[in-house]
């Protein structure tokens, strides 16, 4: 009820509600004028339709009582809880501050499971039953949406259980990969290059990993590639972590192998990130999802 921008809400919304509630009892006491006391004998109304008669037959006493006893109940409900506009209510509570209270009582709770993993080295931490199966509760529930819930990937999104890195695959490596999330870039060559020309290095791409291609346009291509890509993924295409730049020998495709997704690529470039985690996840359990993620190649199930 705080982020109400002027009294006039709140005012509007204790209307409404000590309104509702003295409706309904003029409703009930304006409806009781006029019947059959107890003892006498009760009216009908004078409708008689299909042989039904209807009478004039009062609430019955337990059901007013009710209605009254529930009118008290509500009137005190809002004077304990929060309801009438601004009013806190006596007793000062909200759902806010309970869900924060249990959160802290929970975090409590898991810190000290989390406790030991904050000193235990990154290998040690994928061979530990306990972290392995926290590490895949944690994949599922911050990183399965991309990586998806096996780790394998899918076009753009790295497949994480192989042994092809785009920024390293060595624990510390994983660790800064998480904590501070990765940007890999490619610059667009459409200015410097025809399409065709782009199709020759995709050849000699392709040829790098024993795919189909055009001997013929093999040569062309490694000489486009020595002049274009070599800055970046090297001079024998094995890629280079500092800058997430794939190896393009290994046969793992971040987008396909086609000829057409090679073109695509070189003509327009790549804008590819993955979101630090620093502030969404507490650093050790970053160190047990690097954990489990290191040991999705290096660990024997
Ligand atoms: C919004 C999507 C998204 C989410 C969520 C996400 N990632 Fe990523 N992740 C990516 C993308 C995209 C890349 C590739 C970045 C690049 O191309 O350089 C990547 C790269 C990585 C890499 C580097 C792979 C390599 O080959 O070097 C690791 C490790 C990784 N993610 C782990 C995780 C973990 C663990 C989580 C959960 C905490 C996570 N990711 C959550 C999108 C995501
Ligand atoms: C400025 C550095 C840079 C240059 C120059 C560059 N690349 Fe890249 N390349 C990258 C990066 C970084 C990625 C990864 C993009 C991502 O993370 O999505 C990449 C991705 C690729 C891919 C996708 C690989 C896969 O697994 O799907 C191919 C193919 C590729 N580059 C080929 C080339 C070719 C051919 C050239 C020369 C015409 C070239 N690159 C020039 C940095 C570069």
Redesign the pocket.
Known sequence: MSDFTSVGWSIWIVTIALGGVAFCLFVLFSQMKGQAKKGEKISDTGHIWDGITEYDTPLPRWWISMFLILTVVALGYWVLYPGLGTFKGLLDTNQAKEVRANQEKIEAMVQPVFQKYAEMPIEDIAKDDEARAIGQR??LN??A???GSDAQGSP???N?TDS??????EPE??LQ??TNG???IMTAHKTLMTPAQASDIAQYVRSLNELAHDQTRVVPGKKMFDQFCVACHGAEAKGN?LL?APDLTDGAW?YGSSEETIVYGILNG?D????A?KD??SPEQ?RV??G??WGLSNVDK
Request: charged residues 10%; contains cysteine.
């Open positions: 944690l994949f911050n990183c949406q991309c990586h753009s999104f790295p994480l092809s890195w785009l920024w390293g695959g490596k994983i990969t998480i990765r940007r890999g972590p997430g971040l790549r590819n990130q993955m979101p985690q969404l996840l970053i999802l690097a489990w993620v």
